[in-house]
């Protein structure tokens, strides 16, 4: 199976400030097609997780511009240019590449 | 406006069975793959199984496989999860997603209980 690793697993932020993420995957997530299915999500508290970015940097409708994916092949980031109070919650990065599919750990993002 | 709507959540002893239900409006259901995603009280996303759009192909997690069958109705929008064998690391919030490589639209969730 690929794993996903993600780091930090907790970040404290400043509201204001800049917040990144990284996702490491265990294999390529290139596909045949190639296309790369890197995923994230976001899940307030309370709520269903809710995708943010795919094919690793396209932002979904509604998501704000402050949020972008980037990288290629297994090393992918998620950054918040100015984290505002509502960006509280988990954050998970998924590979929709590879059977099964697998998520990474998670990273709890909270107001320093 | 997608809407997923899972049913079919409850307490169930060790070794008991549960079916989950997903109704699906607002888009073309036949058109997609569909996932089930659980979460464990307080944990992370764990991806339990997909089905392809015409239901031809599936896939499991190894912690499922053999005990769980992902199943789809097209012709009345509706996912299904049957659930056998259920052990207690089984309890979890179950969610029906939408989309096999960038899953997009979520359900609330039905939560399963597993306990004696």
């Known amino acids: 199976d690929v794993v996903m690793t993600q780091s930090p697993l907790s970040l404290p932020v400043t509201l204001g400030q800049p917040a990144s993420i990284s996702c490491t995957s265990s294999q390529s997530l290139v596909f045949s097609d190639g296309n790369t299915y890197l995923n994230w999500f976001q899940q307030r508290p309370g709520q269903s997780p809710r995708r943010l970015i795919y094919?690793?940097?396209k932002r979904d409708s509604g998501v704000p511009d402050r949020f972008s994916g980037s990288g290629s092949g297994t090393d992918f980031t998620l950054k918040i240019s100015r984290v505002e109070a509502e960006d509280v919650g988990v954050y998970y990065c998924m590979q929709g590449t590879h059977w099964p599919r697998t998520f990474g750990q998670g990273t709890k993002l909270e107001i320093k | 406006e997608v809407q997923l709507l899972e049913s079919g959540g409850g307490l169930v002893q060790p070794g008991g069975s549960l079916r989950l239900s997903c109704a699906a409006s607002g888009i073309t259901f036949s058109g997609y793959g569909m996932n089930w995603v659980r979460q464990a009280p307080g944990k992370g996303l764990d991806w339990v199984a997909n089905i392809s759009p015409t239901g031809d192909n599936t896939y499991y997690a190894d912690s499922v496989k053999g005990r769980f069958t992902v199943s789809r109705d097209n012709s009345k929008n509706t996912l299904h999860l049957q659930m056998n064998g259920l052990r207690a690391e089984d309890t979890a919030l179950y969610y029906c997603?939408?989309?096999?490589?960038?899953?997009?639209?979520w359900g609330q969730g039905t939560l399963v209980t597993v306990s004696s």
């Open positions: 094919k690793a940097s």
């Open positions: 997603v939408r989309g096999s490589m960038g899953p997009d639209y």
